[in-house]
């Protein structure tokens, strides 16, 4: 265990997003001592991935300018998986283990794709649609390949004009929203545009022209991936009639769910599955703060204004962090928009077949799943949710299909090693020398 | 273009460019990535370190999150 390699922090942010950016970013220009932890490679999240293509956005790169001006010390490839202390964090890097100190927590980990599981979506090459979003802008060649885009959520059109610029060909965009909630979402954007320069509006025009052709179709979603050893053509049902198209990826997802099982497992209080925080972004627990997706998903913008907050409230300067409520206060508008427009329609709890596996770690079909009433009881069961993504998958999904409320969490809140596991087991803790986990 | 990585996918040579991830260099092969319990193919879903779907044997060390791992030249992957 590196014990003495990191100093005691006077703010740790966890995750490297835009909102954890800005956090520490704010943070470490009021002079205190900022670390940022994050599980990728480098700094940025999903949003702001660079990857082997490079080429991040003037934003993104502003920030990690003023990180790096500020003197942040950014801890890249490092999962935290444990709290044995109320100011200690355990982290597990590439090959060693790290104890993390600081007096003040923002957590700002971010948000997942949710997956919702029909027939054949464990097939090789049925991927997330930020999913496969990532896998391009780490390499994976799309030129002349055939992809499907499906699900929900604003992130459908970015991730398709992200695969044709890299030369996929976009047979189908397939949104589940009806056509009169898209309506209303553009009306709502144009209304956010007025009430003062608003990226998003922007943003929407610019990936409208570079989707250009690309066939898009509203109350449309998949029904079922076909192939051999891997994806060869996917059936949708579009606007009520099933239709086959032959592809080489689909990239699936619907919509995102929040991260929070680190915010669970330091006892910080959880609403609808988000995050609950105060006016200056403080959790339910002393010192712990919390900005970006976990409060509740609301896109990049409302991120970075959180995660500002975030960072000059866990430095002691409240007043500055009062001037940006009213930014804040707009970007929120966006994110119950967002709410509304991209809601899971009913008809997709009739995707999943009897047969159709639901829990991927531990391959456990839907029509086991349905003998029980319980998350839990289901878990005892079937071993739903006990494999390695811990339910990070099946969850969001079985909280849809079947109503279940998967929240709840124990150490270690990501698989870690038994070496990582007992580098600490000589710690003030006991229940931690029970600790079991591990793939 | 940084100079590409060769690296071993189940014995085979695959090059990539610089800065590509295991989970690409091995979908990029088409290759599966692992096994399921039930003895389905796999590859990875999440692309981002949730999922677990994209793991493999990287020189030897089992249950690597392959889409969090940059390609280094001569890497030995396994995915069987």
């Known amino acids: 265990m590196n014990k003495d390699l990191q100093p005691r922090f006077d703010v740790l942010v966890v995750g490297g997003g835009p909102a954890g950016m800005a956090a520490a970013v704010r943070a470490a220009e009021c002079g205190v001592r900022v670390g940022i932890v994050d599980d990728n490679a480098s700094l940025g999240g999903q949003i702001w991935r660079s990857g082997s293509e490079g080429g991040q956005p003037k934003e993104a790169v502003g920030w990690a300018e003023r990180l790096r001006t500020a003197g942040v010390t950014a801890l890249c490839s490092m999962r935290i998986f444990d709290q044995p202390e109320a100011t200690v964090l355990l982290a597990e890097g590439t090959d060693d283990v790290h104890e993390l100190r600081c007096e003040n927590l923002v957590l700002a980990t971010g948000a997942r794709e949710r997956f919702l599981p029909f027939p054949g979506w464990t097939l090789p090459n049925v991927m997330g649609a930020g999913g496969l979003q990532a896998m391009v802008k780490c390499g994976l060649p799309m030129r002349g390949k055939r992809v499907v885009v499906a699900g929900t959520g604003p992130l459908l059109l970015a991730v398709a004009a992200c695969l044709r610029q890299h030369g996929a060909e976009i047979p189908l965009i397939c949104e589940q929203a009806s056509w009169g909630n898209l309506a209303r979402f553009s009306l709502s954007l144009l209304g956010q545009s007025l009430l003062g320069p608003y990226g998003k509006l922007i943003q929407g025009l610019r990936l409208t022209a570079e989707l250009g052709g690309t066939p898009f179709a509203a109350n449309s979603w998949p029904l079922a991936a076909h192939g051999r050893q891997t994806l060869e053509s996917v059936t949708v049902s579009r606007g009520g009639k099933s239709e086959t198209i032959r592809c080489d990826y689909l990239a699936c997802g619907f919509h995102l769910v929040s991260n929070i099982e680190l915010p669970l497992l330091l006892g910080c209080q959880i609403q609808n599955g988000c995050v609950q925080v105060d006016d200056l972004q403080r959790t339910t627990v002393p010192k712990v703060l919390c900005a970006g997706e976990p409060t509740g998903i609301g896109g990049v913008e409302l991120s970075i204004v959180e995660g500002q907050i975030a960072g000059l409230a866990a430095a002691g300067r409240a007043t500055e962090a009062r001037k940006l409520f009213g930014e804040r206060e707009r970007a929120r508008r966006f994110a119950s928009i967002l709410d509304r427009t991209f809601r899971l329609r009913p008809e997709l709890t009739s995707l999943p077949a009897p047969e159709t596996i639901v829990c991927r770690c531990e391959d456990v079909p839907y029509s086991r799943l349905r003998q029980h009433t319980s998350w839990r009881a289901a878990k005892l069961h079937t071993r739903c949710g006990m494999g390695p993504c811990q339910g990070r998958v099946c969850g969001p999904a079985t909280q849809f299909l079947l109503k279940w409320n998967p929240a709840s969490v124990r150490p270690p809140i990501f698989p870690a090693r038994v070496e990582s596991l007992a580098a600490f087991a000589d710690g003030p803790a006991p229940e931690h020398n029970q600790v079991t986990g591990g793939i | ?80």
Do not use: W, Y
């Open chain 2, 1 to 80: 273009m940084l100079s590409p990585v060769t690296l071993m996918v189940n014995g085979s040579p695959v090059a990539v460019p610089a800065g590509t991830t295991v989970a690409v260099a091995v979908v990029a092969a088409g290759q599966a990535c692992r096994t399921s319990v039930s003895g389905e193919p796999r590859g990875p879903l999440c692309g981002m370190g949730t999922c677990f779907e994209c793991r493999v044997a990287i020189n030897g060390k089992p249950h690597c999150r392959s889409c969090q791992i940059l390609c280094e030249p001569g890497m030995e992957v396994r995915t069987d």
